[in-house]
């Protein structure tokens, strides 16, 4: 073991880091998740399905390391930042701006790694995903792990960022983050979770899986997924799951909402309420009986259907000869306003500096359906 001193105290580094396993399992034995210090990542999460039996839910590597060496980048469960999602251009300003100003001291250039070098994408070439966190504090059920932006990737000012991932009985796993900026910086942030409720056992996709989201409205986009300002009313539209439905009951009707030649969604819904203390959304699979309830600080998530995903799967996920696909998984991403930092007319101030602190926190229950 290594010992470094940080401002945050003094902390042991394994000899395996940044790929060292922290295992947080609650006391009822409802919830066991694995997480690593890179990304501050979630690896593995077992939770029982209505049989009792542990299932791991979501994506991931058998080979840890991949989260930063697999050139396909699919961003598996860990935090995402500085700015999550797409930034247009890789290009902001502040004060904000809707058109791209021309260089000097206030206007800022992320470099650009989504749509042939239209967008920044989820903080850039290496976002706070492919950062080493430290571990500074941990518990059998809690982990917290700090990370240090340094002006990172172009973006202004130094960030300071401790992220907290604790199990609970009954079913719940949370995740807060708090960070700190030097100078006026913006900051969004998402945890970047794959779901599959059934665990690739009686099932191949999410199509069947249940979704409740509780939202009358998604952000308008472009080819890129870049906002274009206006928001779109989901009343008559596959985007309406203000009523639970499958995620694949208006599958038909999804052409090209994800992208030209995309099948599904890869789509920003905002809240219609704050989703603090009752679930914004849940999801839920009639197959393991799992049941999944989200509240949320955020006023907005995203839901990506996964159309793009081409990687081996776990073996426990019967890898690694078969892959996760298209449609195998749904991200969900609880986020804010994307791209506000080049929307001005939403009014959304993702702004931070000295004296305002950024905050982020989800908590996710589970349960069973029969």
Same mark, same amino acid.
């Given at each position: 073991?290594?010992?470094?001193?940080?401002? %945050?105290?003094?902390?042991?580094?394994?000899?395996?880091?940044?790929?060292?396993v922290?295992?947080?399992?609650?006391?009822?034995?409802?919830?066991?998740?694995?997480?690593?210090? !890179?990304?501050?990542?979630?690896?593995?999460?077992?939770v029982?399905?209505?049989?009792?039996?542990? /299932?791991d839910?979501?994506?991931?590597?058998?080979?840890?390391?991949?989260?930063?060496?697999?050139?396909?980048?699919?961003?598996?469960?860990?935090?995402?930042?500085?700015?999550?999602?797409?930034?247009?251009?890789?290009?902001?300003?502040?004060?904000? %701006?809707?058109?791209?100003?021309?260089?000097g001291?206030?206007?800022?250039?992320?470099?650009?790694?989504?749509h042939?070098?239209?967008?920044?994408?989820?903080?850039?070439? !290496?976002?706070?995903? #492919?950062?080493?966190?430290?571990? &500074? $504090?941990?518990?059998?059920?809690?982990?917290?792990?700090?990370?240090?932006?340094?002006?990172?990737?172009?973006?202004?000012?130094?960030?300071k960022?401790?992220?907290?991932h604790? &199990?609970?009985?009954?079913?719940?796993?949370r995740?807060?983050?708090?960070?700190t900026?030097?100078?006026?910086?913006?900051?969004?942030?998402?945890q970047?979770?794959?779901?599959?409720?059934?665990?690739?056992?009686?099932?191949?996709?999410?199509?069947?899986?249940?979704?409740?989201?509780?939202a009358?409205?998604?952000?308008?986009?472009d080819? +890129?997924?870049?906002? %274009?300002?206006?928001?779109?009313? &989901?009343?008559g539209?596959?985007?309406?799951?203000?009523?639970?439905?499958?995620?694949?009951? #208006?599958?038909?009707?999804?052409? +090209?909402?994800?992208?030209?030649?995309?099948?599904?969604?890869d789509?920003?819904?905002?809240?219609?309420?704050?989703? $603090?203390?009752?679930?914004?959304?849940?999801?839920q699979s009639?197959?393991s009986?799992?049941?999944l309830?989200?509240?949320?600080?955020?006023?907005?998530?995203?839901?990506?259907?996964?159309?793009?995903?081409?990687?081996?799967?776990?073996?426990?996920?019967?890898?690694?000869?078969?892959?996760?696909t298209k449609?195998?998984?749904?991200?969900? $991403?609880?986020?804010?306003?994307?791209?506000?930092?080049? %929307?001005?007319?939403?009014? &959304? +101030?993702?702004?931070?500096?000295?004296? /305002?602190? !950024?905050?982020? $926190?989800?908590?996710?229950k589970?349960s069973?359906?029969?």
């Amino acid at each position: 073991m290594v010992q470094i001193g940080l401002a %945050t105290g003094v902390v042991d580094r394994a000899p395996d880091w940044p790929f060292d396993v922290t295992t947080l399992t609650a006391p009822d034995g409802s919830v066991t998740a694995k997480f690593v210090s !890179f990304g501050a990542t979630m690896t593995e999460l077992w939770v029982k399905d209505k049989d009792g039996k542990p /299932r791991d839910i979501i994506l991931g590597y058998d080979d840890n390391t991949e989260l930063l060496t697999d050139p396909a980048h699919p961003v598996f469960n860990p935090i995402v930042g500085r700015y999550a999602n797409r930034i247009k251009n890789g290009t902001f300003s502040i004060p904000i %701006t809707k058109d791209p100003q021309p260089d000097g001291p206030n206007v800022y250039h992320i470099p650009t790694n989504d749509h042939d070098g239209q967008d920044t994408l989820h903080g850039g070439i !290496f976002g706070w995903d #492919r950062r080493n966190w430290t571990i &500074v $504090e941990k518990s059998k059920t809690s982990v917290t792990y700090f990370h240090l932006d340094e002006a990172d990737e172009g973006f202004p000012g130094t960030v300071k960022a401790f992220a907290t991932h604790t &199990v609970e009985n009954g079913g719940i796993l949370r995740t807060t983050i708090h960070a700190t900026a030097s100078e006026k910086t913006p900051i969004m942030l998402t945890q970047h979770v794959y779901w599959n409720l059934d665990a690739f056992e009686g099932s191949e996709n999410v199509l069947g899986h249940k979704l409740h989201v509780d939202a009358s409205r998604v952000i308008a986009v472009d080819g +890129d997924a870049i906002p %274009t300002g206006p928001f779109i009313e &989901v009343e008559g539209t596959p985007f309406d799951f203000r009523n639970t439905q499958a995620i694949g009951a #208006r599958w038909n009707d999804t052409v +090209d909402l994800c992208g030209a030649g995309c099948q599904g969604y890869d789509n920003c819904w905002i809240y219609d309420h704050t989703e $603090e203390q009752k679930p914004g959304l849940t999801l839920q699979s009639d197959v393991s009986g799992i049941r999944l309830d989200v509240t949320t600080n955020n006023p907005a998530v995203q839901v990506y259907t996964a159309y793009w995903l081409d990687t081996p799967r776990k073996k426990v996920h019967g890898g690694p000869s078969l892959n996760y696909t298209k449609w195998s998984a749904v991200a969900i $991403e609880q986020e804010g306003y994307i791209d506000a930092i080049n %929307t001005p007319e939403w009014h &959304v +101030d993702q702004i931070y500096y000295p004296g /305002r602190d !950024f905050h982020w $926190e989800t908590t996710y229950k589970f349960s069973t359906v029969h």
